[in-house]
């Protein structure tokens, strides 16, 4: 009884000891940037929304605002404190215009960045170009 | 003497409180006190569409989120008299047996941790990251996926080759756990013996899952579910009811889930079913659902969860009712408990897998 029982301690010890020649697996974050699917749900973008409010009607913690003049969307922001990324306003979106990013990094020192326009200027996009 | 165990203790997982009655090292009394997650699942069904509810289903216990998602699903399924696809149901049984494992291996290395062994933790730890990262790569997220919809799955299944080398290397591991646990003298001595649970307390008591099976019992919800109708698989069982056994039953069951997983992965390969669509185009403004009652069970890895929904016509649920697993076998805390020593404390509760968040929901 004593012998197998040490033995299989020792044999334990063993496995435990192999471990020490072993790759690590851990990543190494802010140096090492993980390697990110692209079904990610991260921050949002948006391109071409119709303003149907389909994204409003679907999110489950209310986030969405749009504003919109006849039928010109004005206005559209997400509130990132309230926002889950569940992804149903991506999903349910009839046009794909809203979209799930990467960007993962949403940590910032000030509350305002947190609920942004989305819908950028068209002065912005020509700067851009 | 009275003494309070938690609710902030690391090994309750969550919130738990203990009050514990103890004279000298010896527990004479117990009383759980619950309720420190609870976050009204129920009731904030109350005020939110059917699709809104949908992704916040998944944190009733969010190291399951895939059969919480799947019990939901079904029963607004029954309502709506839909059915999905045969591949979105084999896709459904292929990722829940996937959580199963990894909701075991996060079981095996946390419970270890609370005995004192270190490694183990690390070990099982790594290999569910396996998981969690094929989970990530197709639905998005680490723990909540949200990828069940009603009518099917959300999107086709990616990369499903990528399924086979992860169990097996899962499997190899286990040998390794094995030889590091089965018969180390100073795991056998905290936990063989320890904790009995008969079969006609667990029955009394409701205790389903593992724990149950644990004890002498083949209840297992899979079995006559339509959905596990054309996998083959044994049902993990052992005799004694002790923390040992429930160890040895959650083991064999990550082996049998991977068999399933297996055939799962024929299934899909198979020519007629990889043409079928993966979900029934249901993307409506609003989903209303006629009036009636659904119920709909599943067998998560602590035992029976079940959704019962009630709907009265329009586009939100008047009542929905889960019933989990894990917050009856806290109950049995108290049976269990008395005559053993503080230090078997968390030896026997670790051993039930209790799942707080899905105590109080």
Redesign the interface.
């Known amino acids: 009884m004593i012998v ?2 040490l ?3 020792l ?2 010890l063993f ?2 000891f192999k ?1 020490l020649f072993k790759k690590s ?1 851990t990543l190494q974050y802010p140096d090492e940037r993980p390697n ?2 692209a ?3 991260g921050r949002h973008e948006l391109s071409g929304c119709i303003g149907c409010g ?1 994204c409003q ?4 913690c209310h986030a969405i605002y749009i504003e919109k003049d006849g039928k010109n969307v004005t206005s559209y922001k997400i509130d990132l404190r309230k926002c ?5 306003c991506q ?2 979106c ?1 046009v794909s215009a809203i979209k ?1 990013k990467q960007d993962f990094e949403l940590a910032t020192g000030d509350e305002k960045d947190l609920l942004k326009e989305l819908i950028r200027d068209k002065k912005e996009d020509e700067v851009i170009k | 003497m009275k003494l309070n165990l938690g609710p902030q203790h690391p090994s309750t997982h969550g919130v738990l409180r203990l009050i514990l009655d103890v004279d000298g090292e010896k527990i004479l009394a117990c009383e759980p006190v619950i309720g420190y997650l609870h976050r009204g699942m129920e009731k904030m069904a109350e005020g939110m569409t059917y699709l809104q509810y949908l992704p916040t289903v998944d944190r009733v216990d969010y190291l399951s989120g895939f059969f919480n998602s799947f019990a939901y699903v079904t029963a607004v399924e029954k309502l709506l008299k839909i059915t999905p696809p045969k591949k979105a149901s084999i896709i459904r049984v292929l990722l829940m047996e996937l959580n199963r494992i990894a909701s075991h291996l996060l079981w095996l290395g946390t419970y270890l941790l609370d005995l004192g062994a270190v490694s183990p933790f690390f070990y099982t730890f790594r290999e569910r990251e396996l998981i969690l990262n094929y989970f990530e790569k197709i639905s998005g997220q680490r723990l909540m996926y949200n990828y069940f919809v009603f009518g099917g799955v959300r999107y086709e299944l990616e990369e499903i080759d990528t399924i086979i080398p992860i169990v097996k290397a899962i499997l190899e591991k286990l040998n390794d756990y094995e030889k590091l646990l089965t018969d180390n003298p100073i795991f056998l001595s905290r936990t063989k013996h320890l904790g009995i649970l008969t079969r006609e307390i667990a029955l009394e008591y409701s205790i389903t899952g593992p724990n149950l099976r644990a004890s002498n019992s083949h209840l297992d919800f899979r079995s006559n579910t339509s959905e596990y109708k054309d996998f083959e698989f044994k049902i993990a069982k052992a005799d004694e009811g002790d923390c040992f056994a429930r160890y040895i039953v959650r083991l064999e069951e990550i082996r049998e889930s991977s068999k399933i997983i297996y055939q799962a992965i024929d299934y899909l390969k198979r020519e007629e079913i990889q043409k079928s669509p993966v979900n029934i185009d249901l993307k409506p403004m609003n989903l209303y659902v006629e009036p009636g009652e659904a119920f709909a069970d599943v067998e998560t890895p602590r035992g029976l969860t079940t959704c019962c929904i009630k709907a009265d016509g329009t586009d939100k649920p008047y009542r929905v009712k889960w019933r989990t697993s894990s917050f009856y076998a806290v109950q049995l805390l108290p049976k269990l408990l008395i005559g053993h020593t503080i230090s078997d404390v968390m030896a026997v509760y670790g051993s039930l897998d209790v799942m707080l968040p899905e105590v109080d929901r």
């Open positions: 197998k029982s033995v299989a301690l044999e334990g496995t435990v471990h697996v990110l699917p079904t990610f749900r389909v009607q679907v999110c489950p889950m990324f569940c992804g149903n999903y349910y009839p799930l």
